[in-house]
């Protein structure tokens, strides 16, 4: 079992960057994939990036025009969300999540992520 938690998510100016923070406080990330997604109210959680269990593989949601980068630290049972160039329309929840798939195969299937976070709230306002 993994147990998920997010943090880093507060109010920020366009333009502004922000980095997002993820912790295993239960279990290992280590051999798991690691994924970040988005939530707008009312909508479906949507897929941002994926990083396999040793980094060498990343994959991003076409949307995001390079603007995102994801990172982790085994050793330290964490991963990362960095964005930057921040716009209003990326206010929304943010979650990360775990997969015992590879990032190609998880990615946005939803069904296919384990475990999950209980999100941390990013606004993008003037």
């Known amino acids: 079992q993994v147990r998920l938690v997010e943090s880093g998510g507060e109010l920020v100016q366009p333009g502004g960057s922000l980095t997002l923070s993820c912790v295993a406080i239960e279990g290992t990330l280590g051999g798991l994939t690691l994924g970040w997604f988005r939530q707008y109210p009312g909508k479906e959680r949507e897929f941002l990036a994926g990083i396999s269990w040793n980094s060498l593989t990343k994959h991003y949601a076409d949307s995001l025009e390079d603007r995102f980068t994801i990172s982790r630290d085994n050793d330290r049972n964490m991963a990362y969300l960095q964005m930057n160039s921040l716009k209003p329309e990326d206010t929304a929840m943010y979650f990360c999540?775990?997969?015992?798939?590879?990032?190609?195969?998880?990615?946005?299937?939803?069904?296919?992520?384990?475990?999950w976070g209980q999100g941390t709230q990013v606004t993008v306002s003037a």
């Open positions: 999540a775990a997969s015992h798939f590879t990032v190609a195969h998880a990615m946005g299937v939803l069904a296919r992520w384990d475990y």
